[in-house]
């Protein structure tokens, strides 16, 4: 069975950073296209970042291009997301997600198979 676990959110001040990562288990992780999804209250669940199986392409939401930078580890079975020159409405619960085998990652969360709990990042101003 799929497990993935989200940690390393927490409060920082803006222009601050933060690290999360995603522990996945119960599959060949090196299979899978990952994802980075974040919700803040009221709002609907938005795109953050995309890598492909191997890691090779990575997409991003405009809104955090050239600030965010997703990686995994296939070796460690672990998704990361670097997130440097944070700001306020940077704050939402963050969630990694899992395509299905082999499937090319997008923007939109129905196209994940699998989600994570969520870690809350809170940015002050």
């Known amino acids: 069975q799929v497990h993935l676990v989200e940690s390393g959110g927490g409060l920082v001040q803006a222009g601050g950073s933060l690290r999360l990562s995603c522990a996945a288990s119960?599959?060949?992780?090196?299979?899978?296209?990952m994802g980075w999804f974040r919700q803040a209250p009221g709002k609907e669940r938005e795109f953050v970042a995309a890598i492909t199986w191997i890691g090779t392409s990575t997409y991003y939401a405009d809104s955090v291009k050239g600030r965010f930078t997703i990686s995994r580890d296939n070796a460690k079975n672990t998704l990361y997301l670097q997130m440097n020159s944070l700001k306020p409405e940077d704050t939402a619960v963050y969630y990694c997600a899992q395509c299905p085998k082999f499937a090319q990652p997008t923007d939109y969360a129905t196209g994940y198979a699998y989600w994570g709990q969520g870690t809350q990042v809170t940015v002050s101003s």
């Open positions: 119960g599959h060949t992780f090196s299979s899978y296209s």
